[in-house]
Nanobody, 121 residues
Framework: QVQLVESGGGLVQPGGSLRLSCAAS????????MGWYRQAPGNERELVAV???????NTADSVKGRFTVSRDNAKNLMYLQMNSLKSEDTAAYYCNAVGAGGSRRERFNSWGRGIQVTVSS
């Protein structure tokens, strides 16, 4: 079983920055993709950014140029650097990882519990 834990959220003023981290642990053989999703009250969960094990990354148009996703494969960590934050970025942010693990290298698709980011003056 693979566990994901997010950290780094909180309250920030518009225009400010935050850096989210996601730590994966457990019986991990490989993590093919890691991603950040977010969900605001009353909205569906949406993809913010995704990054492959090779470092190829894609970000949603709504955050392009402001958010940057990165990962440390050796440590099973993923980061989301969020700059120029806007009130509409307020949401619970979730970490997702897809890969293989366990003694039989079974596929997994795991989620963190989420962390709140609030952008407000």
């Amino acid at each position: 079983q693979v566990q994901l834990v997010e950290s780094g959220g909180g309250l920030v003023q518009p225009g400010g920055s935050l850096r989210l981290s996601c730590a994966a642990s457990g019986s991990i053989f490989s993590i093919d993709y890691m991603g950040w999703y977010r969900q605001a009250p009353g909205n569906e969960r949406e993809l913010v950014a995704v990054i492959s094990s090779g470092g190829s990354a894609n970000t949603a148009d709504s955050v392009k140029g402001r958010f940057t996703v990165s990962r440390d494969n050796a440590k099973n960590l993923m980061y989301l650097q969020m700059n120029s934050l806007k009130s509409e970025d307020t949401a619970a942010y979730y970490c997702n990882a897809v890969g293989a693990g366990g003694s039989r290298r079974e596929r997994f698709n795991s989620w963190g519990r989420g962390i709140q980011v609030t952008v407000s003056s």
